[in-house]
């Protein structure tokens, strides 16, 4: 009989191999579920992992890497911070729909006026309408010991329809034919979230998200807040013993992922997304919980686990158009990644045993 047994200790050798063992199976796992579908298994993850890389037009899909994986990194950066220490954000889509509506409101609130400070306020109010959003559950957490998970995934619903309100209202374009959605953001230079480097995919928010990486590398490897962090993570009566302030922790992880979620809602509709429609959001503070995970809570890891999901977007768009994939296979595969990992997972602080249950 099979049955699990505790490990004395978690394993460093299956927690560095969880993250190439889930890839594996994901690859492998996704490419029977393709030929389920009626599509060649080996082409459609070549499609998906080579073609973005090293395919007849990589020129044009590499810089797509950077323009897809800045959200990413910059929200899953947060959420890493309160996943150490035991503190559920979910809500990080909401968060993120919220800074976008607060930052292009922010911009469009002085159109057609021409200032080099409009972006840096856009900048502001993304950060603080995230931030804003994330102290809702964090209130109600340390005030009223609500869950943090509960209420922060049903705010996403409601930042939602926020979004479709303002789409609608508020922040409609009034020379948009009646047609829903705000003003484009690409077409008011002040306001815009340019490339730096022309061609390059570069512009402000992958310079956020690569500070962000610094940032929490320094702060949980070199401060003593890092610190507090891991030890409520791995020891909560250890930390409680060492002094830690729970109420302070919660609203710090939950404000940091909550204004790093912001600034990344901020940065795409001032950006790639341009305006602020009713099906803006594209599910980024739900994948982030895929790379924050992937990357084993770790910022470098983090990094390239951003990259790495970035590749599985734009090569999934490549396997729609040029193989006929559905876009549902794609999530699925995507999920299939979050799957695999925390099953792999499992074996970091378990060892499979086989042999005879001994009864009393």
């Known amino acids: 009989m099979m049955r699990l047994e505790k490990r004395p200790q978690a394993s460093r050798t299956f927690s560095y191999a969880t993250p190439v063992l889930a890839v594996i199976a994901t690859m492998v796992f996704g490419g029977a579920l393709f030929a389920v579908l009626g599509k060649d298994p080996v082409a459609s993850i070549m499609t998906i992992f080579w073609e973005p890389l090293f395919g007849d037009f990589a020129f044009y899909y590499r810089p797509q890497l950077l323009v897809k994986g800045a959200p990413l990194v910059l929200i899953a950066i947060g959420l890493s911070l309160g996943f150490k220490a035991g503190i559920w954000n979910i809500g990080a889509e909401g968060q993120y729909i919220m800074g976008a509506i607060c930052g292009a409101g922010a911009g469009l609130a002085f159109y057609p006026a021409e200032s080099v400070f409009i972006f840096p306020v856009m900048v ?116 409680r013993f060492s002094g830690v302030n729970p109420t302070r922790l919660v609203l710090f992880c939950m404000g940091m992922s909550g204004l790093l979620a912001g600034l990344a809602g901020m940065f795409e509709v001032a950006g790639p997304a341009g305006q602020i429609t009713i099906d803006f959001n594209v599910g980024y503070g739900f994948t982030a919980i895929i790379v924050a995970f992937l990357g084993r809570l770790h910022p470098v890891g983090i990094l390239l686990a951003g990259a790495l999901m970035a590749l599985t977007y734009i090569g999934g768009d490549i396997a729609q158009s040029q193989l006929g994939l559905p876009a549902a296979a794609i999530q699925v595969f995507q999920g299939m990644l979050l799957f695999f990992l925390l099953a792999f997972d499992l074996f970091t602080h378990y060892r499979l045993r086989l042999g005879r249950t001994e009864v009393a």
């Open 124 to 239: 502001l109010a993304g950060a603080l309408g995230g931030w804003v959003w994330a102290m809702i559950p964090a209130v109600l957490k340390v005030k009223f010991g609500t869950n943090e998970i509960l209420v922060s995934l049903m705010l996403v619903y409601v930042a939602e329809q926020f979004l479709a309100s303002v789409s609608l209202g508020l922040l409609k374009n009034p020379e948009g034919f009646g047609f829903p959605g705000s003003r484009n953001l690409q077409q008011y230079a002040s306001a815009h979230n340019g490339e730096l480097i022309a061609g390059s995919g570069m512009h402000w928010g992958v310079v956020a998200a690569l500070i962000a990486v610094i940032f929490a590398y320094v702060l949980l490897a070199r401060h003593r807040l890092g610190f507090a962090i891991r030890v409520t993570g791995e020891a909560p009566r250890a930390a």
